[in-house]
């Protein structure tokens, strides 16, 4: 690891004004920055902590829907959300482990956007909008590929606020190594439709499967999905599955989600 | 009644108090004065020819004090081979110099070409990327697929070897035309082509080496994670470095496990030595995980093709095999005795066969060296067998147990000479199978295979009746063999004048618990309490010359030499007492802890005739030395044979693949056992490694010869979810013939009994749930090959 220098500001305001000097990074729980600064694959200057600021961390139940904090640690989501949103409180509970999990956090994972990370698929899945120091984002608009996503320089995210759907699960398949989701899918059913997100299985990161949601909302239903097939086009290839394995997982955990909904 | 303490209790692991409690001491958390930090520069690259190496820009950054390369080390000594193989044509092993530092090529992805020293870590990991970028190394063609390397004899590991053939080992060459000809009139054969992955170690605790010189003796004291630091001292001095014995002291503190990779002497250890004597300071390096993955000796990795010729009913009648097995890069020490003589002797297993005949072609290739790990060739000759005889089953339509049955060797039968060079002094087969299929509750199977299906999961049985040989070895037996060393081990019982024991034992405890399990030994001998006995290991200048912790040998070989010098101290403890009680010799008895005159109440405690040894005021100083002290070297008269019978049952998700353990059951015969808890944790820890090996772990190379699971994020190691509870059992006991304590050894049979049973399973699973189709799936039995082998 590089030497750096550290600073915890403790409002939005100073955050975004440490962040505009040459090579400052953000640093939330550290789970992802960290070890990619001890690999010497990352060298910032100045990391800026955004884990004192307040109004970026909690969980809230508001007209909107649930608002949580960027810098709310997965662990404290999956107890302080289960009560309004227990699908989402279960996906941010099946995150790496408890250390991971209490120290990573939304924000972090959402600025990432690893293409077989879990929140991704919550995000989309529910319809979300992110919340930067600058403006709405809305969950269609802000992915856009592996580690790609909407946020510009400068730009970051203060919190999430997610709609409630009526019924919701997410299904997720452990790549055996990292444990990551090889292939997880968010169904989220709402009064006006069903959302299908789908992480870790396609080159493009994290994607809502349209046939799916169509026949969901027409019938939420396990079966309803059966006679769809996915197209292993696009989908990633690696030690741990195919392509075409890829494909076969997004309609068997589709199926599982809709079953497990409530 | 289970005993609370001595032999056979399940005391418990003293040494844990310190493990689980964060103060354990380990290599690199010894602080020295004035110590330096040394970092490797090694090659990204598979195969590269080394062009240049400009020094001048790193040796001038901040804080450098030295810079090594190849060049360095031309003049001393490799790193050599500790087993000397001889091909089926009677010539010997090719054997390329193992250096200190790469000269000439890299031959692997982590091969060491280079190393800084300097006054931080960070100064010496930026001096080492400026080093390597100021190396030019012209990258050569990979050889990495073991059939491409010794079918294109162009393209060459080492240059002098033309067709990457280390050497191409027939077993028993004399007996080959027997063996075909039993394979022409047999009414049916059975082939499988199989793969027995290659495992990175993943001790939890990386290597890590210090090196001292103390310029006022000219004495080198080396500090490193070994599993024998007999053994790193005698390769050091007589091969690399030239250090004389007596002037170089190898200490192996706590050891975070081993499981081999800790067995052999690596270039990181010589170069901190030859660094200290330069700069006169220690020199420390600790390996990052990444060169963990990269550099430690892996394991397996074989391609084999067996044959089984056997009757329609499933008697065997002889099995054939031809096996590749990967070397790597160089020859790691004990790398050509493991797809050898630990692998093709047991390649009859517990059944009768009457004709066995092994080829093993051993493979130079651009991977990183392979070497014996938890087993090391008895894994891989168990797992040959045991897929085989279920594949025979399912061919002819037999019940595996039935068959497993009618092959075992009878009880009646020991000693039983194999067809492959073993004699197996003791077992009873039958009797562990007997057991096995009551604890599992085969008889329920139907059962639960029936409740799986109503959740949409296939239920699969797998067995493995499993021996192997342990207790590592009659020194002129594996002498004759090609060994290169001694397999002795030793042991000194110090009576300390206030009556508690020291016992320095050439046997190194790297998580197993010798300190508990040896204490229990001694003071039940003794009769006085475990906490009196303290062991000594792991420091060459306190312990007796002995050959360290691998095979399966510690209480075989070391506990045996520990139990012959405790005989020692009891016989001259008699004499000592015969002179205070003015008794003769020959009436003095001793139990519980106290010398009397046989019949009268006359007697001594074990105190004060340990007292009276160092304080021999009234003590027959005419015809016996002060002191009470002994030492036993012991050699086995023959390998030790634990076997067993081990159940898995897997739960398939055929939808996604997925392969549960639902529950694993092991019956085994360790010979007696001295402590229960801790043998139960070396088979749950084994068999964890051994479904590790069949469902998780995969050490994958590109073609380019880049390690694709360099890290944890792809390589998948068994974790608390992975595995059942297991349930164990070692109620079979038929106790070793030849050792004092009679005691076969217990440490590597998880992992040498576990992964066929857990293959077997699937394959069952399939079989039940209508994928007759599926013949064999390669470990690890990961999700997607499932799949693809249901839809495929
Ligand atoms: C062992 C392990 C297992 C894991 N398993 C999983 C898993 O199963 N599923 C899963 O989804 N994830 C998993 N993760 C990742 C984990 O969820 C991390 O928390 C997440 O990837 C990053 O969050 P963080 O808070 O640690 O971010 P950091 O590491 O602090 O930052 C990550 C990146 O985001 C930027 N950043 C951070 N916060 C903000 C912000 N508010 N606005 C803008 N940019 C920001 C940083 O500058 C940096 O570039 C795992 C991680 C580990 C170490």
Request: hydrophobic share 40%; charged share 20%; proline share 5%.
């Amino acid at each position: 690891m590089h030497n750096f220098d550290f600073v915890k500001p403790s409002s939005i305001a100073d955050a975004v004004k440490a962040l505009s000097k040459e090579g400052a990074q953000a640093l939330s729980g550290g789970q992802t920055l960290t070890p990619t600064m001890k690999q010497r694959l990352a060298a910032p200057t100045v990391l800026v902590s955004l884990t004192g600021i307040d109004e970026m961390k909690g969980v809230c139940l508001g007209e909107d829907g649930l608002s949580i904090g960027a810098a709310t640690p997965h662990a404290v989501v999956a107890k302080e959300a289960a009560k309004h949103y227990p699908a989402l409180a279960m996906l941010a509970g099946g995150i790496g482990d408890p250390a991971v999990r209490n120290r990573g956090t939304i924000g972090g994972s959402l600025a990432n956007n690893d293409p077989a990370a879990c929140y991704p698929a919550g995000v989309l899945g529910s319809g979300a909008t992110v919340v930067t120091n600058r403006r709405k984002i809305a969950a269609d608009d802000y992915f856009q590929g592996m580690f790609t996503t909407a946020l510009e320089e400068g730009e970051i995210i203060t919190g999430v606020t997610f709609p409630i759907p009526e019924k919701a699960a997410y299904v997720k398949f452990n790549q055996p190594a990292s444990r990551f989701a090889l292939t997880a899918v968010f169904v989220a059913k709402f009064k006006d439709g069903v959302r299908v997100a789908v992480t870790g299985a396609s080159n493009d990161g994290v994607f809502r499967w349209s046939e799916a949601e169509k026949a969901l909302s027409g019938h939420f239903a396990a079966s309803a999905v059966e006679g769809l097939s996915v197209s292993s086009d696009g989908m990633i290839g690696d030690l741990h599955g195919t392509p075409a394995y890829r494909a076969n997982l997004v309609k068997v955990l589709t199926k599982r989600a809709v079953a497990a909904a409530q | 009644m289970p005993k609370d303490t001595g032999i056979g209790a399940s005391s418990k692991r003293r040494e844990d108090v310190r493990f689980l409690s964060g103060r354990g001491n380990y290599t690199d958390d010894l602080a020295m004065h004035g110590q330096t930090y040394a970092v490797f520069v090694r090659s990204n690259v598979a195969h590269g020819r080394i062009k240049s190496i400009d020094t001048s820009a790193a040796s001038k950054m901040p804080g450098v004090l030295a810079i090594f390369t190849g060049e360095d080390f031309k003049d001393v000594g490799g790193n050599p081979a500790g087993w000397l193989i001889n091909s089926r044509d009677g010539t010997p092993m090719r054997e390329p110099k193992r250096p200190v530092l790469a000269h000439g090529k890299v031959r692997h992805v982590g091969d060491a070409y280079a190393a800084v020293v300097a006054e931080t870590y960070n100064q010496a990991k930026d001096a080492a990327q400026q080093l390597a970028d100021d190396s030019e190394i012209e990258e050569l063609p990979a050889i990495v697929d073991m059939r491409k390397a010794v079918a294109d004899p162009s393209n060459r590991v080492h240059d002098e070897i033309p067709d990457n053939l280390c050497f191409d080992w027939g077993w028993i060459e004399d007996n080959r035309a027997a063996v075909d000809a039993a394979f022409k009139s047999a009414p049916h054969i059975t082939t499988l082509e199989l793969v027995n992955n290659r495992l990175v170690p993943n001790a939890m605790e990386p290597r890590s080496s210090i090196g001292e010189y103390f310029p006022g003796t000219g004495d080198y004291k080396l500090t490193t994670t070994s599993q024998n630091p007999h053994l790193t001292r005698l390769l050091v001095s007589a091969f690399v470095l030239g250090i004389p014995e007596n002037k170089l002291t190898v200490v192996a503190p706590d050891v975070g496990g081993g499981f081999g990779s800790k067995i052999y002497h690596y270039g990181e250890e010589a170069l901190v030595l030859a660094a200290s004597r330069k700069l006169g300071r220690p020199v420390r390096w600790t390996a990052e995980r990444t060169e963990s993955f990269l550099t430690d000796a892996h394991g397996r990795d074989h391609v084999t093709k067996i044959e089984m010729a056997s009757t329609k009913d499933g008697e065997i009648l002889a099995i054939r095999t031809e096996t590749l097995a990967n070397v790597g890069a160089y020859l790691s020490n004990f790398s050509t005795a493991t797809p050898t003589f630990l692998h093709g002797t047991l390649m009859a297993g517990p059944y009768k066969v009457p004709h066995v005949y092994v080829n093993v072609k051993t493979v130079f290739t651009n991977t990183a060296p392979v070497d014996a790990y938890r087993g090391a060739g008895r894994p891989e000759a168990t797992f040959s067998i045991e897929r085989i005889v279920d594949k025979m089953c399912r061919e002819l339509g037999l019940d595996p147990f039935e068959v497993r049955r009618k092959n075992l060797i009878q009880p009646d039968q020991f000693p039983y000479t194999t067809p492959v060079g073993l004699v197996y002094d003791t077992g009873n087969y039958q009797a562990t199978l007997d057991k096995l299929i009551e604890l599992a509750d085969v008889a329920g199977f139907e059962g639960r295979a029936a409740a799986s299906k109503a959740k949409g999961k296939l239920r699969g049985m797998g067995l493995s009746t499993w021996i192997e040989a342990c207790g590592i070895a009659p020194s002129n037996l594996v002498g004759v063999l090609g060994s290169r060393v001694g397999l002795y081990d030793a042991a000194t019982v110090r009576v300390n004048a206030t009556g508690n024991i020291s016992v320095m034992t050439g046997a190194h405890s790297h998580g197993q618990g010798h300190e508990t399990v040896f204490a229990q030994i001694v003071a039940e001998k003794l009769g006085i309490a475990e906490s009196s006995v303290e062991i000594v290991h792991g420091d060459t200048s306190k312990i007796p010359f002995g050959m360290g912790s691998y095979g399966s040998r510690s209480l075989a070989v070391c506990g045996a030499a520990m139990t012959k010098a405790v005989d020692k101290i009891i016989a001259k403890g008699k004499k000592i007492a015969a002179h205070m009680l003015e008794a003769s010799e020959n009436d003095i008895v001793f139990a519980d802890g106290k010398f009397s005159v046989a019949g009268t109440d006359k007697a001594k405690s074990f105190g004060e005739i340990a007292f009276s040894a160092y304080v021999p005021h009234n003590y027959p100083l005419e015809t016996l030395e002060p002191g009470l002290e002994e030492t036993a070297f012991y050699d086995p008269a023959n390998f030790t044979y634990p076997a067993g019978a081990y159940l898995c049952e897997v739960e398939v998700d055929p939808e996604t693949g997925k392969v549960d353990i639902a529950s694993f059951t092991c019956a085994d015969d360790f010979g007696h056992v001295m402590n229960p808890m801790i043998v139960e944790g070396q088979v749950h820890g084994g068999v964890g490694q051994g479904i590790g090996q069949a469902l998780l772990e995969n050490t994958a190379y590109d073609e380019n010869g880049q390690l694709l699971t360099a890290s944890y994020m792809d390589y998948a190691m068994p974790r608390a979810d992975d595995v059942p509870f297991y349930t164990v059992d070692h109620s079979c006991v038929t106790p070793c013939t030849h050792n004092p304590l009679g005691v076969k050894g217990c440490g590597e049979a998880g992992a040498i009994g576990s992964p066929p049973a857990v293959v077997n399973a699937v394959i069952d699973a399939l079989h039940r749930g209508g994928h007759t189709h599926v013949k064999h799936i390669d470990m690890p039995v990961s999700p997607s090959r499932v799949w693809q082998a249901i839809n495929g």
